[in-house]
């Protein structure tokens, strides 16, 4: 029932976002290589981006309320819940892409391993974080994992991932691009808002 309810309390802003976010996919121009392809790749990117946002800004919540002694987690909690979500689905987006572009998944690439591996931190640090009652150790939590996963996805390394996807590409699919990622910037913003709201 709870479920059901929190689908319904959806806010109708974050659901014309998505909507507009994957509009775009699907009229966003392909790529002379990959093809179609590139839509996933395009959803794939704008998730990721979204997700490095929102870790960083667990952390700067985080370092404010180590300073201020916040006893209320809301805003933190809704915040590392969103990140998780986005960066979940950057992953198994950034999966389905690896298959159909190179046909199978390379246990070997560093950069997927690292995706996995933040996924795993993250949801442990929040299980973690919304179990204790001690403000300095959420606090310092949340800086930890922020910059973890900055340390994590910045010295993983690269074989088939391409260094920078859309830096080469022609300015239509860069322009794309940036508008999907805005909408989905948006949207992470909008997540918050409404995690925030359900926070007991």
């Known amino acids: 029932m709870d479920l059901k309810r929190n689908i ?3 806010p109708v802003a974050l659901i014309i976002t998505l909507f507009i976010g994957f509009l775009l996919i699907l009229v966003s121009p392909s790529e002379k290589t990959l093809g179609s392809l590139i839509k996933l790749i395009y959803l794939h990117g704008a998730l990721i981006t979204a997700g490095l946002s929102l870790f960083t800004a667990v952390g700067l919540v985080s370092l404010i309320s180590l300073f201020r002694r916040m006893t209320n987690f809301k805003l933190l909690f809704a915040i590392e819940k ?20 190179w046909g199978g998944i390379n246990p070997g690439e560093p950069r997927f391993a690292a995706t996995i591996i933040v996924s795993l931190l993250s949801v442990s640090v929040y299980f973690i974080s919304t179990s204790s009652e001690n403000h300095k150790i959420v606090s310092l939590l949340g800086i930890g994992l922020a910059l973890s996963v900055w340390v994590i996805m910045g010295s993983a390394g690269k074989i088939l991932h391409p260094d920078n996807p859309f830096g080469a590409s022609e300015q239509l699919i860069q322009i794309y691009f940036l508008l999907i990622t805005l909408v989905f910037l948006a949207a992470s913003v909008l997540t918050v808002r409404w995690m925030k709201k359900m926070e007991k």
């Open 8 to 10: 319904q309390n959806v």
């Open 82 to 101: 969103t990140a998780i979500i986005f960066w979940v689905a950057a992953t198994i987006i950034g999966t389905l892409a690896s298959v159909f572009a």
